[in-house]
């Protein structure tokens, strides 16, 4: 910038001065010089232009910020605090890309904006990338708890209880009651718990199953069938029947109704 002084003029300025006679001692970096004997010629340094008010040659400071516009991180606006987050160089106030990563892609299309992926990989495709993200294998059903490792993946369940222990969330668990036998019959409905008997058979209808029943009992009579002398007739007092004729062998409640043939004996009175 070239200023005109008159020699009436007095200008101090980075040690340099010209009082209208003297030029004063000066900068190596400005080389002012008397051009006749009404004027001088003063060169101001690259980036300051000549202010009047000031009288000499200041820095130039388009958006009045404070901060020079060689220095200044948005010359064209104001930011006297410079902020620079993304540490680009262009201040915040007029950067129309922050990238915080530095990663080339702006932070407000970034799916890891505070790490950085150029790739912007999303294996799950939950907008959050595989950089940053705690489930890369996802969150089907929005629980928090990732894919992987939920007990029951598509159903909300954040708790994961799973009361029988079985690996399956009791929020999708058709055995909530578990299956220790693993016969396919939920624990609250198998007759025989902890026994292997997928088919249910309960011969006596007793709620017990057959592969778990100490006593079959099919007449119901609360004697097993196995010392049931009427198995199949119901007959609790196992009591035997006397025919008035003593000749007449002894014979049960089922042989008297026909119901069964069992062993009999003749029974002989003796008398004295």
Not at 38 to 46: F, P, S, W
């Amino acid at each position: 910038m070239v200023a005109d002084l008159k020699k009436s003029d007095t200008l101090n300025l980075n040690g340099v001065y010209f009082d209208g006679n003297i030029l004063g001692a000066y900068q190596s970096s400005i080389t002012p010089t008397i051009s006749s004997g009404e004027c001088a010629i003063l060169y101001c340094e690259e980036g300051e232009i000549w202010d009047p008010t000031q009288g000499g040659c200041v820095c130039s400071d388009t958006d009045g910020d404070g901060v020079c516009d060689s220095a200044d991180n948005c010359p064209t606006t104001y930011n006297p605090d410079q902020a620079d987050i993304d540490g680009d160089g262009i201040g915040d106030v007029c950067d129309t890309c922050q990238d915080l990563d530095q990663d080339g892609v702006c932070d407000n299309e970034d799916n890891c904006p505070a790490m950085p992926n150029p790739g912007q990989e999303d294996a799950d495709g939950d907008g959050v990338g595989d950089a940053c993200d705690d489930c890369v294998s996802g969150d089907a059903d929005g629980d928090g708890v990732c894919d992987d490792t939920g007990n029951c993946v598509g159903t909300y369940n954040p708790g994961q209880e799973d009361t029988d222990l079985d690996g399956i969330g009791d929020a999708c668990d058709d055995c909530v009651s578990g299956d220790v036998d693993g016969d396919g019959v939920c624990d609250d409905t198998d007759n025989c718990v902890g026994t292997f008997n997928p088919n249910q058979e309960d011969t006596d209808h007793d709620g017990i199953g057959d592969a778990c029943d100490n006593c079959l009992d099919v007449d119901q009579d609360g004697v097993c069938d196995g010392v049931d002398n009427c198995p199949s007739t119901y007959n609790p007092d196992q009591l035997y029947t006397m025919r008035m004729d003593p000749a007449m062998p002894v014979i049960t409640a089922c042989q008297a109704m026909g119901t069964a043939t069992v062993s009999v004996t003749t029974r002989t009175t003796v008398l004295l």
